[in-house]
């Protein structure tokens, strides 16, 4: 990561600018050019060193559902539960962690009824049961991580 990506990488964990031409005023603030900058966040997300790029939408307000969940899932079969919520489009990542539950991930769904659909699938496929985590109040927290 050269002295470019670091810069783009701290001020789009700010947002675009909301403007007609966002690529063009943030090339102008970073002084380099709006495909440079695209050309740029593509080969993070190619090389993994961003995972996600995109906007974050109020999925309540429009209908859907978010749910944290966990498995405890035994060693032996890590990567084949992996594969399957990978492979799952209501996933929106997952993730190891050191604990009994020991596989977390996120269900985004386009109703409320689509998350317990989605977690009576997993157990069915897995045969392991889903702690089912739902956000009880919303709280937004500007995160930044300096680069």
């Not at 943030?26 to 900058?37: G, H, I, K, V």
């Not at 997300?45 to 996600?52: A, H, I, K, N």
């Not at 997952?94 to 539950?101: A, F, L, S």
Request: proline share 6%; with cysteine.
């Amino acid at each position: 990561m050269d002295e470019l990506d670091r810069l783009l990488v701290n001020r789009l964990q700010h947002g675009l600018p909301l403007v007609r031409h966002p690529w063009e005023a943030l090339a102008e603030e970073l002084a380099s050019s709006a495909e440079t900058l695209r050309q740029r966040v593509k080969a993070l997300l190619d090389d993994g060193t961003l995972t996600r790029f995109g906007p974050m939408f109020d999925v309540d307000r429009l209908g859907g559902a978010f749910t944290l969940a966990a498995l405890a899932v035994p060693e032996a079969r890590f990567d084949e539960v992996a594969a399957l919520l990978e492979a799952m489009p209501e996933v929106a990542h997952n993730y190891r962690r050191e604990h009994p539950w020991n596989m977390w991930f996120v269900l985004g769904c386009e109703t409320p009824a689509g998350i317990a659909e989605a977690i009576a699938r997993i157990e069915a496929q897995t045969g392991l049961t889903v702690l089912n985590l739902p956000k009880e109040e919303t709280f937004h927290v500007g995160l930044h991580f300096p680069v």
